[in-house]
Each structure stands twice: as C-alpha cells, then as structure tokens.
C-alpha cells in the first residue's frame, strides 16, 4: 500500500470549509505544466479517475476510483488514520495565531532554552527568518501551519539530534489535553545563513490514535506489518511490527522494493513524503512532477514483482494544490489505483477507510465490522 503523499484529485464536498475550494492537485499540476508524462501510472488508469492533462483514460485500467475523508482535517495524520478507519471525534487543535503562553512555556521549560518564531509558517520559511538568530542565542525554532502540528527546529551544531528528539518526546507527553497536536515534528537543520538546510533527520511524534484501526486487526490477525517512512511515526507504532526509515522517496522506494522481494506474506504501508515536504509545499511543479516521474518508474518495477496472491495499492491522504493561494495542505479526495487478481477493471469510489477494509479481506480473509470502509476485493 503506496501513499503519494499530497496527491488529491479534487476538492471534497466540504473544502470550501477549509479554503480549498475548487482545488485539483494533480489535474491543476498537470494543466500548468501542459501535461503529465507518467506512463505506467496511465496504463493502470490514473487518468481514468480524473481528467488529467497528457495522461488519458486506460484502455483497461486496474480497479480505480476516488476516496473521501471519513473524518475532519487535511493532514497526514487525518489521511492516513482515514485509510486504516480512525478518525478524530473532534479535529485535532490548530493555531493560526501561534501557540499560546502555556505551551510555549512548557516548551521553553522542557528544552532549558526560549522559544523563538512561533507562528504559522512552512519549514524553510521558519529557519530563513529565525535560523541567524538561533545560532546567536540557542532559541528553540517553533513553528505550527494550517495542520495540528508543534515544530521545534534546531541547528545541529546548536543541539545535537538526539538532544532534540529526546525534548521532542518530553513535549509529546507533556501537552496537556487540549493542546494534544496531532504531531510534535523534530527539524534538525544544518548549514550557514542564506544556505540552510533541513537534514533528512526529521522525526515525528505523535499523538495516539483514538480507536482501533485495521492495523490492529491486522496484527491481531497475525500479519505482519511494516512501515516505511513516516507511516509507523503517524500511529504511534501501534499495531506496527516494523518501522522502516524512508526520509526521502529514494530511500523509501528502495526499501519498499527490498521488502517486496524478501516478504513472503505480510502488509507494507509506504509513504513517499516528497511530492508533500519537497514539492507540493513550495509549489514547485518541476519538482513534483520529477517526483512522480521517479514513483512511476518504481511502480513499473513493483507490478513484475507482483505474484497471484499480491495485491498492489496506490492512494494518498490530501490535497497540496501548487497553484492555491496558500502553501498548506488541501482537503481532496484521494485516488485509487488497485492491482490484484481478479480485480478487473471496474471503479471503485468511496472512502479512505476502504482501503483498509480491503487489506484486511485481502490477508485475513475477514471483515472488522466495528470499523469503517467497505472492501473491494
């Protein structure tokens, strides 16, 4: 199961609510560029699911369709929570304004150092305006967006990763209720003034989930789960066997392909971060098209390591539209490309959640009737 994070194909009902209406990342990304170049992300049918520009309707697309959100907000914890069944009974605590006195003095007081920044701001954008000063003084980079999530950005000469994940994990569980963010994000960054550089030893932590998800009827059923890139991070390591690193798509594509060829049963939920963190954020279309490029060459690797009792699915969780107004996440439906025997070539359009409903028929041979979705296979 392969999330291309911040792929939406349309605004959901709702958007509007969000700021997103009428947003399209994929058919917007296509039409400014005058036209996708993905040839095997066509020929399974990615075209068939929307209009898009230079990718047209296969002629016998894998199963495929759209899939909404089952819950409320437009991040990567929303997202992929959706597609194994949990959503937040309530949407998880944002602040456009900044945080407020008692976080950033619990924040202050967990780190031994002041907190610097603190506003809505995308992550190049935080240690652009903050990064000089920080080195000067030491103070902790705080920063949130449109999502529910508490950034803390640090130099690594300034403190040392390890430093800042361990007050990353302190501020994690010292968040009181009402402040509990979906994501306490650690952004160990290097470099000098008007050259940073974020590494690639970003760190989340997060909140738990509020109920069972098909990763715990998964594991329970005695499959095997593992996670590559953030995936584990998003839920805690709850109902994961093993996490996989994947900062980065190549990494992340890599390992998904290791485990491909190495597992002889199991479920791998993948995240390939890029086309969000890299691209999507900063509205690059180059970028992220170069980015899609490189999964669709992945993919075409994947389907001949396919066998009969293989199923492959592509998803996302939201929108990151490149030609919004703003640089944050849009709320989309996801799309669906599934490949698997028998599937044939019908649509499929409903909810994130099927997707984990089908993974659980597809490996258990069962249905968790307490949880959301409705399988396809």
Same mark, same amino acid.
């Given at each position: 199961?392969?999330?291309?994070?911040?792929?939406?194909?349309?605004?959901?009902?709702?958007?509007?609510?969000?700021?997103?209406?009428?947003?399209?990342?994929?058919?917007?990304?296509?039409?400014?560029?005058?036209?996708?170049?993905?040839?095997?992300?066509?020929?399974?049918?990615?075209?068939?699911?929307?209009?898009?520009?230079?990718?047209?309707?296969?002629?016998?697309?894998?199963?495929?369709?759209?899939?909404?959100?089952?819950? /409320?907000?437009?991040?990567?914890?929303?997202?992929?929570?959706?597609?194994?069944?949990?959503?937040?009974?309530?949407?998880?605590?944002?602040?456009?304004?900044?945080?407020?006195?008692?976080?950033?003095?619990?924040?202050?007081?967990?780190?031994?150092?002041?907190?610097?920044?603190?506003?809505?701001?995308?992550?190049?954008?935080?240690?652009?305006?903050?990064?000089?000063?920080?080195? @000067?003084?030491?103070?902790?980079?705080?920063?949130?967006?449109?999502?529910?999530?508490?950034?803390?950005?640090?130099?690594?000469?300034?403190?040392?990763?390890?430093?800042?994940?361990?007050?990353?994990?302190?501020?994690?569980?010292?968040? /009181?209720?009402?402040?509990?963010?979906?994501?306490?994000?650690?952004?160990?960054?290097?470099?000098?003034?008007? =050259?940073?550089?974020?590494?690639?030893?970003?760190?989340?932590?997060?909140?738990?989930?509020?109920?069972?998800?098909?990763?715990?009827?998964?594991?329970?059923?005695?499959?095997?789960?593992?996670?590559?890139?953030?995936?584990?991070?998003?839920?805690?390591?709850?109902?994961?066997?093993?996490?996989?690193?994947?900062?980065?798509?190549?990494?992340?594509?890599?390992?998904?392909?290791?485990?491909?060829?190495?597992? =002889?049963?199991?479920?791998?939920?993948?995240?390939?971060?890029?086309?969000?963190?890299?691209?999507?954020?900063?509205?690059?279309?180059?970028?992220?098209?170069?980015?899609?490029?490189?999964?669709?060459?992945?993919?075409?690797?994947?389907?001949?390591?396919?066998? /009969?009792?293989?199923?492959?699915?592509?998803?996302?969780?939201?929108?990151?539209?490149?030609?919004?107004?703003?640089?944050?996440?849009?709320?989309?439906?996801?799309?669906?490309?599934?490949?698997?025997?028998?599937?044939?070539?019908?649509?499929?359009?409903?909810?994130?959640?099927?997707?984990?409903?089908?993974?659980?028929?597809?490996?258990?041979? @069962?249905?968790?009737?307490?949880?959301?979705?409705?399988?396809?296979?």
């Amino acid at each position: 199961m392969i999330v291309l994070d911040a792929c939406g194909v349309g605004a959901l009902p709702d958007a509007a609510d969000y700021g997103d209406g009428g947003t399209n990342t994929l058919g917007d990304l296509a039409q400014a560029l005058g036209g996708l170049e993905l040839p095997t992300l066509e020929r399974l049918g990615l075209g068939s699911i929307v209009a898009l520009t230079g990718v047209p309707p296969a002629a016998a697309p894998v199963l495929h369709g759209r899939l909404g959100a089952i819950g /409320p907000g437009k991040d990567s914890t929303a997202g992929h929570w959706g597609l194994m069944g949990v959503s937040a009974p309530q949407p998880l605590p944002t602040y456009p304004d900044g945080f407020p006195p008692e976080v950033v003095e619990l924040v202050a007081g967990i780190g031994g150092r002041e907190v610097i920044c603190n506003r809505p701001c995308n992550g190049i954008e935080a240690i652009e305006r903050c990064g000089s000063e920080h080195l @000067r003084g030491g103070g902790l980079i705080v920063y949130t967006s449109q999502d529910s999530v508490l950034q803390i950005a640090a130099h690594v000469d300034m403190l040392d990763p390890a430093e800042l994940y361990a007050v990353c994990a302190e501020v994690r569980e010292a968040l /009181p209720a009402e402040h509990a963010v979906g994501r306490v994000i650690a952004r160990p960054f290097a470099g000098a003034d008007g =050259q940073w550089r974020r590494t690639d030893g970003r760190r989340d932590f997060s909140v738990l989930p509020p109920g069972r998800s098909y990763l715990d009827e998964l594991h329970d059923a005695g499959v095997e789960v593992h996670t590559v890139g953030k995936v584990g991070s998003l839920f805690a390591g709850v109902g994961v066997d093993v996490q996989h690193p994947g900062a980065t798509n190549a990494v992340a594509l890599a390992e998904t392909t290791s485990l491909m060829r190495s597992l =002889q049963a199991g479920f791998v939920f993948t995240n390939l971060v890029e086309t969000d963190q890299v691209y999507g954020h900063r509205h690059d279309v180059a970028g992220f098209h170069h980015a899609l490029q490189a999964i669709d060459a992945s993919v075409g690797e994947w389907l001949g390591l396919l066998g /009969p009792g293989d199923m492959l699915v592509l998803t996302a969780d939201h929108g990151c539209d490149p030609t919004a107004s703003h640089t944050d996440h849009t709320r989309e439906y996801a799309p669906l490309l599934a490949a698997f025997a028998g599937a044939g070539s019908r649509r499929h359009d409903g909810v994130l959640a099927d997707v984990g409903a089908s993974a659980l028929a597809w490996l258990a041979g @069962r249905d968790a009737d307490a949880l959301p979705g409705k399988s396809f296979v």
